[in-house]
């Protein structure tokens, strides 16, 4: 198979106009971070090296590899670690997932973070999203003014650009719209949710030392508490161990995947219509999704019920949807 | 390929079964514990941290992890950290939690409490009826000992258990609404009917699965408590019935609904409707009942110098930590697959050493089943019975088609050693076994790494619902562990397989399997399974629904679909039909026997 040319953007986004030389910028962004050697800062195990038998991690822009075949890794968006931790009193789970401020620490930390508009103490809407920072980063060193736009449609018209950057005129991620006011994109630290982590951590689950004596996935145990580390860790390290070369299916991304809204509840015990709303992305690849009741039904999400338990948090619904990111194995010609 | 024609396909299975085969195992513990103190113990090695900055493994699991390190005797996971089952946790524990009843003939009493008063006699009545994990072990250790003296299965001892177990809303009426709400699994609380959406079940009013139908546990007919009664003999078991249904007569007690349940007959039993054998795959219970270093709970068959032991109780059949069952006790880690992690607090005193117990009455639609299978397998050119078993995961003999991709092997099936020996996701290695008298060893094929689901689809339904080695969307391998239940599952109604010539009034009969499992949490475990995993199209790993009892939900709708591992691409299929139908149920919540008496009937 031919070396990829340019790798495309999240979910084949189209913010600027086809042909504009952002899509070049994104691809450098996407290949500086696939074609790294190791990833910078992290205490964990290297990748394998290029070429070695237990496998690789390799870029398609800088590697010839035939693929074999593609393999989505799906988590729960809703942190594990959370409902592992307070294994007796979910409610504390969900309550303590709602968390997402520039201040705190969020929760949200399996690459999916939303954020819940209420009026009173009633839920409006759910807005969730996995689109990266780095992203975002890219189209404002390309386009400010590209990044102004799509702030006043996603969050609010009267947005300006001095309430999303810093004092220099640099983007300010942690900006109100993006944390206590609205939601644009992943602002997760530690652990970080950016696509710079997901790529690290997909390199650090091939072949590292110390992990080529495993056999079985029973071998490998050390972890951490969410669902997203050990399954990209453990799904890769095994495709690795077959002597595979590993890497992220165009185009790369994390994505909701699904969203199951069975026995989810009208007011009169009926099911629910659809009422999610891709807004960026598309369905199985979606980076921003609303969940919205129409007006005509004349309820709120507060009024629907999960198995016949009211939603009070964004976690509820949370649970119910699946964040992915697609890996690819191949074999060198 | 021809379709093949329903008919010759059951005619085929009725007669193509291997033999049941007596597994003369039963004193193979009596040399196990010599040979866990000569043996050397081989530890894995835990590999290193493998995840982002900042969300590093806790102190506590790389503690845990050192500390299995450390270990150096045989079995010190299992003397020295599982737990001794006191004999005050034996006499309270309801027998068919732990071990299991396992007895071929099963009759189950679903009754609404009447007049309080009265039913608190009854309670006072049947509670030293009630049949505990003591009485059962030690039936079960003199089966053995006579089994193993006789050379013969047919051994001439019978036994009739009773267990017995309670609805919330019974908790309210019998004990107090405090001590009801005092229970912190929600999903009991709130009860079966309440949950059924959520389940998958059908929402549309005229579906014969739609709970307004079911024959028990509606919402008009929910049951106040259940009564399980379960035999070798069929009329020893019935004459238990009738006093018990004499005394609930007397003691304000409204029978609702009764079943019979019966192992199929002759070659398939231990089969369910569909001609699958069931029940293979049961975790093991981490735990010992005396302080002998071999009276395990869960016999173990894996010699100590092969480091799967501590890991597995026969191969294939991973431990877990008993609070995954008995409430109060010592639960399964989500995050490594040795340790414990602190028992539950969200429940009243009282019932600790319970056990939360789901029931559902499954109607299996057999030719609905069959006549998909026929259809579709014609239709991407596989045969028949080789698509059904991609479907079960598992040939009908119970061989999993991961040893045996190409054809049946009987002797497989039946063999308990080997037919649950399997990994997913990695080339399955031997396991090192103790001596076991007349055993000749694991000589089957191994199962080849299916990571992709080339041979066991990742819609199967012993993939969907027991992943093994498979990372899954909650992550490691542990937090499987921690879904897992204890099926105590028997058909009803008459067979179909194995009558000779099928006629229409027997195709018309009834019949189907009465699901019940035991569990410490029934949102975490049984739900999880069924909604999490058997209904989703992505989860644990994508390629569509469970087509044996997965449901789909989402807005009303009721397709679903497989992706089938076709060359040279993949063939997504629609499914339609139904063949697993929910008809009744209910959420009960097994209490210690103590409480039966003491704190239910006080």
Partial sequence: MPLLSRFETPAALRDFPLGSPFYDRWSEKVDELMGRDRFPGSAGPEPAPIGTPVGEFFSPHRHDVNPIAERSLVWMGFPRELLINNRDNRQLAFESGDTRSATERTTQVEYLEWRVTREGDRIKKVTFVTETKEYWEVMFA????????????????????????????????????????????????????????????????????????????????????????????????????????????????????????????KPDGSPVGNYWRVVRGHPGAALRLEYEVPAAERFDVSDIKIGGRPIRFGGHLAEHITVTVVGRAGVRP | MAKENLDKIIAE??????????????????????????????????????????????????????????????????????????????????????????????????????????????????????????????????????????????????????????????????????????????????????????????????????????????????????????????????????????EADRGGLTLLFEQAGETLPGRLRGHEHFGFKDGISQPGVRGRASDAADDFITPRYIDPTDPRSDLFAKPGQLLVWPGQFIVGMQRQSPEDLFTAAPEATNFPNWARLGSYLVCRRLRQDVKAFWEFAIDTAASIGLPARKFASMLVGRWPSGAPISRTPGADIPDLGADDLANNHFLFDDATRPSNLIPVPGYPGDTYPQAAADLLGAVCPHFAHVRKVNPRDSATDLGKIADSLTRMIMRRGIPFGPPLLGVGLLRPPLWKKERGLMFLCYQGSIEDQFEFLTRRWSNSTVQPNVGGHDPVIGQEGSQGNRDRFIVVPTSPKPTTVKIKDEWVIPTGGGYFFAPPIESIAEVLGA
């Avoid at chain 2, 599982?82 to 946790?89: D, I, L």
Wanted: no cysteine.
């Fill in chain 1, 142 to 265: 390309f386009d400010p003014n590209r990044v102004l736009d799509l702030y006043r449609t996603l969050v609010d018209p009267s947005i300006t650009m001095a309430q999303i950057t810093d004092s220099a005129g640099r983007y300010n991620m942690l900006n109100e719209f993006n944390t206590s006011r609205g939601i644009v994109h992943l602002i997760g630290i530690s652990p970080d949710n950016t696509l710079a982590a997901a790529i690290g951590l997909a390199q650090g689950s091939v072949g590292g030392p110390g992990r080529r004596h495993v056999r079985d996935n029973y071998e490998i145990t050390s972890f951490p508490r969410t669902s997203a580390d050990p399954r990209v860790g453990i799904d890769l390290d095994d495709l690795a161990r077959k002597g595979l070369s590993v890497t992220a299916a165009e185009a790369v991304g994390l994505y909701m995947a699904a969203w199951d809204d069975t026995g989810w509840t």
């Fill in chain 2, 13 to 246: 299975l009725s007669k193509a079964e291997g033999e049941i085969k007596p597994q003369e195992r039963g004193a193979v513990n009596a040399t196990f514990g010599e040979r866990a103190k000569q043996a050397k113990k081989q530890r894995s090695k835990v590999a290193p941290h493998v995840g982002r900055p900042g969300a590093e493994p806790k102190k506590d699991q790389r503690a845990a992890a050192k500390k299995l390190e450390k270990v150096a005797t045989p079995f010190a996971l299992s003397l020295e950290f599982e737990p001794v089952f006191a004999e005050n946790e034996r006499k309270n524990i309801q027998g068919n939690i732990i071990p299991g009843f396992n007895k071929d003939y099963q009759y189950f009493l679903f009754y609404r409490i009447k007049t309080v008063k009265k039913a608190k006699v009854w309670l006072r009545w049947i509670a030293p009826l009630i049949s505990s994990m003591e009485d059962v072990l030690a039936f079960n250790r003199l089966y053995r000992i006579l089994r193993y003296r006789l050379g013969s299965k047919d051994v001439p001892i019978k036994a009739t258990w009773v267990n017995i177990a309670f609805s919330n809303a019974a908790v309210a009426k019998l004990v107090s609404k405090e001590a009801a709400l005092s229970f912190g699994d929600q999903s009991y609380r709130q009860g079966l009917a309440a949950r059924s959406e959520y389940l998958g079940d059908p929402t549309n009013p005229r579906s014969s699965g739609n709970k307004n139908k079911w024959v028990v546990g509606g919402p008009d007919n929910e049951a106040d408590i259940l009564v399980i009664v379960a035999g070798d003999a069929e009329k020893a078991m019935l004459d238990m019935v009738d006093q018990i249904k004499t």
